[in-house]
């Protein structure tokens, strides 16, 4: 079936590095796929998401690309803040279906 | 910016009682879901409600799980028979379409605990 699995965590990182969550997925059509952040005592929120191979989707300076040959949408950030200290959630949903597929989160610290 | 909404935020119950989770969907949705998550693991897909019937079920939504949209507001997750395994974090959600690229719009989780 389908799957997403995602980079275990925590990643530690400094404030102002560069960051990448590496995410890859399993699918048996073309998923749309999504990036959702849950800040501490809060619920998902969505990140960014594409729709089709070689979408970039992008906001508040985190990016994915849709990767359809590496079956991968790695998030990247140029320049991380202490306010981005969250857990990170890579995401599908396949045509017809009405289910997201999360990975397993992978919680980002970011240190002053 | 309009919110899903779950209450309570945190639930106690005894083993083998009823509970009974809401949520108020954004109000132009029409697609509602509900999720949970057992601490440590993945978000898991529970259930699917749209024009009041259920549209898609994981096998965890077995005969002890319903739902229902019981006004023209809430949409509620009723645990008939509660289990030391169903203590997780408890996610609504709402999109206002279904199909490719519908984002799901999530309350902040109801987490239960079941003693």
């Known amino acids: 079936g389908d799957s997403v699995t995602q980079m275990e965590g925590p990643v530690t990182l400094s404030e102002e590095a560069f960051l990448t969550i590496n995410c890859t997925y399993t699918a048996t059509g073309y998923p749309s796929l999504f990036w959702y952040v849950q800040y501490p005592g809060e619920g998902l929120q969505l990140l960014l998401k594409a729709t089709k191979a070689d979408d970039k989707g992008s906001n508040k300076g985190f990016e994915a690309t849709y990767r359809k040959e590496t079956t991968s949408f790695h998030l990247e950030k140029g320049s991380v803040q202490v306010s981005d200290s969250a857990v990170y959630f890579c995401a599908l949903s396949e045509a017809g279906t009405y289910k997201y597929i999360f990975g397993t989160g992978t919680r980002l610290k970011v240190l002053a | 910016e309009p919110e899903v909404t779950q209450t309570p935020s945190h639930q106690v119950t005894q083993m083998g009682q009823e509970v009974i989770l809401r949520c108020v969907p954004i109000s132009n949705h029409l697609y509602f879901y509900w999720y949970r998550q057992i601490l440590g693991q993945k978000v898991e897909f529970l259930v699917s409600?749209?024009?009041?019937?259920?549209?898609?079920k994981s096998e965890i939504f077995d005969d002890q799980f319903s739902v229902e949209r019981p006004d023209g507001s809430n949409f509620t997750l009723k645990i008939r028979s509660t289990k030391l395994e169903d203590s997780a974090m408890y996610f609504c959600a709402s999109s206002e379409a279904m199909g490719l690229g519908q984002p799901q719009h999530f309350g902040d989780g109801t987490r239960l605990s079941i003693l």
């Open positions: 409600f749209y024009n009041n019937e259920i549209s898609e």
